[in-house]
């Protein structure tokens, strides 16, 4: 639940249209609901303007599952991430409304009547092909949170001029995440091509020497271009997060 929920929640109360005890049955969930094997923070909207995601890897199907109906009962948007086919077969099952995208590994599942007003422009980048699910997990992300997304894919420095192609987008964009295993070089030419934050996801892609991702790492942490911004190994998730809270801050003259 989050705080429009509950604006509308007291207006009805207020007005009548809700009695006291409809509306303490409604709120009793705040601020978690013990579920025994997890405690779903139902208070998170509340205090960050974004819901509990349930973060799938460890758990079991039948948790999974519990969790994201307690979520979906009280009216938040559920985000499932690094969901496996099995679990997210079920999911699909039990929310036939759910948009799973498989490459991503995640599974969005949004309010009933609920209008979503895309903002702003996030613009996440990968270096390769093979970096996609990373990219496309960051994307699903920051969608699921209002942001306007939209995607570059392979635009690695092998081929740098691919990325140059699409300059125009990418400084018109408010925040670019960029996705980068091997050397992780593109956090860096993208940092000095735009005047918005980069925020830059290492992935565990690469042959040895990239030590299944800190290679990518070092390099963007010792990036010498100015707002860029590091996330940890193959977190598409993180990177998509806040990139929409920075998008959704940033306010054009005409808005």
């Known amino acids: 639940m989050d705080r429009r929920s509950i604006e509308h929640l007291l207006r009805q109360v207020a007005a009548g249209q809700v009695s006291a005890e409809e509306a303490l049955h409604?709120?009793?969930?705040?601020?978690?609901?013990?579920?025994?094997?997890?405690?779903?923070?139902?208070?998170?909207?509340?205090?960050?303007?974004y819901p509990e995601t349930i973060f799938c890897q460890g758990k079991t199907t039948s948790q999974i599952l519990a969790i994201a109906q307690g979520l979906a009962a009280s009216g938040s948007l559920v985000l499932a991430t690094r969901l496996s086919p099995e679990t997210a077969q079920a999911l699909v099952q039990q929310f036939p409304r759910a948009e799973y995208d498989e490459l991503a590994r995640a599974a969005l599942i949004r309010p009933e009547n609920d209008l979503v007003e895309e903002q702003g422009l996030v613009v996440v980048t990968s270096a390769g092909t093979a970096d996609l699910p990373v990219a496309r997990e960051a994307m699903i992300t920051a969608r699921a949170m209002g942001a306007r997304v939209e995607g570059i894919f392979d635009v690695g420095v092998a081929g740098i001029h691919r990325l140059l192609a699409y300059s125009e987008k990418l400084r018109s964009a408010r925040v670019v995440v960029v996705v980068a295993g091997m050397e992780g070089a593109l956090a860096s030419v993208v940092g000095g091509l735009v005047d918005s934050p980069v925020i830059a996801v290492p992935t565990s892609v690469g042959y040895g020497a990239s030590f299944n991702g800190l290679s990518a790492l070092l390099t963007m942490l010792n990036s010498c271009a100015s707002g860029v911004v590091v996330v940890n190994i193959d977190n598409g998730f993180g990177a998509g997060y806040a990139a929409a809270l920075i998008n959704n801050r940033t306010r054009t003259p005409e808005e």
Do not use: V
Not at 26 to 49: S, V, W, Y
């Open 26 to 49: 409604q709120l009793q969930a705040l601020p978690f609901e013990d579920l025994g094997f997890a405690r779903i923070d139902h208070h998170r909207a509340l205090r960050k303007g």
